[in-house]
C-alpha cells in the first residue's frame, strides 16, 4: 500500500508560480509511475502530467505544455509539480497519483493509476 499526501497548493496570482508537493510512503515508490491530475468545480478529474518510475518518461496534457514540469526525487521519496505562468483556468484541486508499475497503462485514465492523495487545492485569481 502507498500513502501519498500533497503539499504546496494556495491562492496566486495569474501569472505566477507554485510548486505542489507529493509525499509517498509505503510500496515501492521507486518502480511507481506517478501523475498529477486535476479537478476542477463541476468537471471531471483531469490528467496533468505524468512520470515513469525512473523518470526517463514524461507526459503532459496539452494546455500545460511549457508551463508545468514533474520532477520526482526517488531518495526523498517525492514527486513534484512546477506550475509557471498560472492562468484562472488552473484552478483545482490538485490530486497525486500512482500506478503499480513504472509505466501506467495509459497516462490519462484515472483508472491506470492504483494510489490517490487527498488533494491540494489550486486557486488562481485574474
Known amino acids: 500500500q502507498v500513502y501519498l499526501v500533497e503539499s504546496g497548493g494556495g491562492l496566486v496570482q495569474a501569472g505566477a508560480s507554485l510548486k505542489l508537493s507529493c509525499t509517498a510512503s509505503g510500496g515501492s515508490f521507486n518502480t511507481s509511475a506517478m501523475a498529477w491530475f486535476r479537478q476542477a468545480p463541476g468537471k471531471a478529474r483531469e490528467f496533468v502530467a505524468g512520470?515513469?518510475?525512473?523518470?526517463?518518461?514524461?507526459m503532459y496534457e496539452e494546455s500545460v505544455k511549457g508551463r508545468f514540469t514533474i520532477s520526482r526525487d526517488n531518495a526523498e521519496r517525492r514527486v513534484y509539480l512546477q506550475m509557471n505562468t498560472v492562468k484562472p483556468e488552473d484552478t483545482a484541486v490538485y490530486y497525486c497519483?500512482?500506478?503499480?508499475?513504472?509505466?501506467?497503462?495509459?497516462?490519462?485514465?484515472?483508472?491506470?493509476?492504483?494510489?490517490w492523495g487527498q488533494g491540494t487545492q489550486v486557486t488562481v485569481s485574474s
Open positions: 512520470l515513469s518510475g525512473s523518470g526517463g518518461g514524461t
Open positions: 497519483a500512482g500506478a503499480n508499475s513504472p509505466y501506467p497503462e495509459t497516462w490519462f485514465s484515472r483508472r491506470a493509476y492504483t494510489y
